[in-house]
């Protein structure tokens, strides 16, 4: 699950998903620490084949049942809860058990103590930006990142090395995307690339999709749409082969971005109601947990209805909303 080999596992757990979310349910009523093990083994498929909304409800049990666990079992189960609650639109619930995990983790300087700890710190650094606290995110992710050098990558077991890595990539672009939020467009650039350099470096396509859709983003705000349209369909692609629809959504409203500021009208409409279709019929997903999503609400819509007006509209957006998503993505790879 965490190199190379990816997608063929994928559809080997998907292929035994009903007896994967059985055997998960089992656990958190009757081994807490066997279900935090099958967690941490497996959210790249819960995350990347669309179904983190499965596991809402598990978080609680998660952390109610963890706290005769050893300090490192115990921070492990709430980080994993709290990652669920991250995917599942939850980011106040999300930061308590974060925030709760840390002291655990601190307790040991083993290595995956201190880059566990380094995660927690850029997510919570992720969800204070979020809210407006860019200082105290900056100080955060700036811990993490001091961690994870401390720790380097010289010796570390394979799954060390992964989660190690991955943080790295987190770290990045959460930084990333403060700079861009603060107008520095090079510093954002920079961080998204090393982000993305982490990412493949692993062949980790969580870390890859919210690096490339970031620097797609970055390209859009310094105006060069051909880059973020490299950018943007590259990562479709990677969403695509994954099988996970419901990142693919999010590019396409991203790929509709563009299409609206090189006034092609049509060509976002389509994309949009076929981003709209998938999301209905897939739920939200994780990616929205990590990258700020396009512009696809009612006032974007309005604007795109004015320009092409009402017929033509209603044309483009069933157009959008009846075709299946391997041709809305199709579709959305073709030059626009």
Known sequence: MQGRGQLGWLDRLEAEHDNLWAAMSWLVDDDIESAERLFWVTWRFWWLHGHPAELAGFEEKFAAGS????????????????????????????????????????????????????????????????????????????????????????????????????????????????????????????HFREGLSAGRRMSDRVSILISLYNLAMSSQAEGELTGASGFLKEGLSVAAEAGDETSVVYYLESVAAVARQQDNSRRAVRLLAAAAAMLQARGSGWLHAYVPRAAHDDGVLAVLRSRLGDTAFAEAWAWGSSVSGRDAVDYALETG
Request: aromatic content about 4%; overall charge negative.
């Open 67 to 190: 706290e005769h666990l050893p300090p490192h079992q115990h921070a492990l189960t709430l980080t994993g809860a709290g990652f669920m609650l991250l995917a599942n639109e939850d980011q106040a619930g999300a930061q308590m058990l974060f925030e709760q995990s840390l002291p655990l983790y601190r307790q040991s300087r083993d290595s995956l103590n201190v880059i566990m700890t380094a995660t927690v710190l850029g997510v919570l650094g992720r969800i204070g930006a979020l809210r407006g606290h860019e200082a105290e995110a900056v100080e955060q992710l700036e811990q993490s990142q001091a961690l994870l050098a401390e720790v380097g990558d010289g010796g570390l077991a394979a799954d060390e090395r992964a989660q190690r890595m991955l943080t790295v990539a987190l770290v990045h672009n959460f930084l990333g995307q403060i700079r861009l939020n603060q107008g520095d467009l090079d510093s954002a650039t920079q």
